[in-house]
């Protein structure tokens, strides 16, 4: 049975904060409740298929139904493994037409996950190679994007070989520079077309490096006092994640320095950020993998539609996600998540085992949307400790650094 974090150990969490700084971390140093893990049999049951042609990023891509993706084999579970791998078709000989499209898959979790959530993913390979787009992302869906916010997690193009975060808002938020995060800023504006973009700077965040390194973990927290996201490679992930289960609390502590840090005095996180589903897909082409001046500087040459044309073999054998888990997480005891039709706190849950955090099963991606405005009326009952944590901590950096 997993130990459920009750809100009174956040009552003192503060008091704590001030005590330990600046030893620690200042805005890592939260414990958090396990809320789902999507994984193994399981992993596929939680999504929706999106099942249409891309018409966001306009790939040469048809995103299959569930049928299809499970028929084709573009989603399964490994037998060896119990990954889930999630890929481009690699067999079918597309001939050349007006219209290109080769079947790929993009899936969308049922659950949103609102401020105060955190999210790991440890994969053991991302998609890559000229015109592979792929992309480990969040959404908020309850408004016209991007009035709900987006955070990209993973995402780069072709041969590049690091990773890219971005938030992508309305104007007004952006990304301030700060001394707490370790990447490369490339864009400061998060309702530019390219969103606040981070870019990673340790070795092996993408492509055929990512692969042969074996992969990886990328987090996200999404706090009331800024988004952060961190990267690990396999061989240096910190024991709070490598020691982890479905069922641990995740204690932040040991995680070092974020890649990236959105801090709120430079966007304000509860009014750019509505709740956020997860969002797993592989376009081909598009409106930035495709662009020729991007393609042929980013490892490619040739055009990126030639690619899609013909068997997709070899070109697409590198063109999957290999996934171990997705765990998702709470802060506190009062925000919730929410799930199919119903809205759930980690203190409701008699374990945090993933099966309890599940009280429906949803009809669709429109069920999260439906429901985010009882999550968000929630939140504001949490903002309460959270506001008082970041006015504390702060107080605390000015009392110690
Ligand atoms: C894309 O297509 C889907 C399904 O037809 C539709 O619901 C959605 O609004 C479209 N999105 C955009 C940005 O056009
Ligand atoms: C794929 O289709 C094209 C056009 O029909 C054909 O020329 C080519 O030989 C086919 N390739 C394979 C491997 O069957
Ligand atoms: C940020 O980008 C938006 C969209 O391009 C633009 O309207 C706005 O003026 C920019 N803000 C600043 C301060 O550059
Ligand atoms: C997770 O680890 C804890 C502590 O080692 C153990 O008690 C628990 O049974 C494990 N849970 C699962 C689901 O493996
Ligand atoms: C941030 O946005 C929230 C929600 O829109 C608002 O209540 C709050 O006053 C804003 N905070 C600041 C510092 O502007
Ligand atoms: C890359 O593409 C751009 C735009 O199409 C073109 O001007 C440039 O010559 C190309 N460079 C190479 C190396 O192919
Ligand atoms: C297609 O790619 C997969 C990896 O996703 C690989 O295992 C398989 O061998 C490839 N198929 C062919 C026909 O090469
Ligand atoms: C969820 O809500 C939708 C729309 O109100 C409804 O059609 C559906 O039956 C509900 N699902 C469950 C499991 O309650």
Redesign the pocket.
């Known amino acids: 049975m997993a130990k459920t974090v009750s809100v009174n150990t956040f009552r003192f969490l503060p008091f704590t904060l001030l005590l330990l700084l600046p030893g620690l971390f200042r805005l890592s140093a939260a414990i958090y409740t396990p809320i789902r893990e999507y994984s193994g049999d399981e992993f596929f049951s939680e999504w929706d298929y999106y099942g249409d042609i891309d018409n966001t990023t306009w790939g040469n891509v048809d995103y299959v139904d569930q049928s299809t993706g499970a028929s084709q084999r573009l989603t399964y579970i490994d037998p060896n493994t119990n990954h889930a791998i999630i890929r481009v078709d690699n067999t079918t000989?597309i001939?050349a037409a007006a219209t290109v499209n080769r079947n790929s898959v993009k899936i969308t979790t049922k659950d949103a996950y609102p401020i105060g959530s955190l999210v790991i993913i440890d994969t053991w390979h991302i998609p890559y190679g000229c015109s592979v787009w792929p992309s480990f992302w969040m959404l908020g869906t309850n408004l016209l994007w991007p009035n709900s916010g987006e955070i990209d997690i993973i995402e780069a193009i072709n041969n590049l070989d690091s990773n890219q975060y971005a938030l992508h808002t309305t104007s007004g938020c952006f990304l301030g520079t700060n001394s707490i995060q370790s990447g490369s800023i490339l864009q400061t504006n998060c309702s530019t077309g390219a969103g606040c973009v981070v870019q990673e700077k340790k070795p092996n965040s993408f492509g055929s490096g990512f692969a042969q390194a074996g992969g990886g973990v990328f987090a996200t927290q999404l706090d009331v006092s800024g988004i952060y996201m961190w990267f690990w490679p396999r061989g240096s992930l910190p024991a709070s994640i490598s020691q982890a289960n479905s069922s641990s609390t995740m204690n932040l502590a040991d995680w070092g320095t974020p890649t990236a840090a959105y801090l709120s005095n430079a966007c304000n996180i509860t009014q750019y950020f509505q709740p956020q589903q997860l969002i797993i897909d592989i376009t081909l082409c598009g409106v930035w993998a495709g662009v020729p001046s991007i393609y042929n500087s980013t490892g490619c040459s040739g055009q990126c539609i030639d690619n899609v044309i013909?068997?997709g073999n070899p070109i697409y054998n590198n063109a999957y996600w290999d996934i171990a888990y997705i765990r998702t997480y709470l802060a506190t005891a009062t925000t919730t998540v929410t799930t199919g039709n119903t809205s759930v706190s980690p203190a409701s849950l008699p374990s945090a085992s993933p099966a309890s955090a599940s009280t429906s099963s949803s009809s669709g991606a429109n069920d999260a949307n439906a429901n985010a405005a009882p999550a968000a009326s929630t939140l504001v009952h949490s903002l309460s400790w959270s506001s008082w944590l970041c006015v504390l901590v702060l107080l605390g950096v000015l009392r110690f650094c």
Do not use: D, L, S, Y
């Open positions: 000989n001939t013909g068997t």
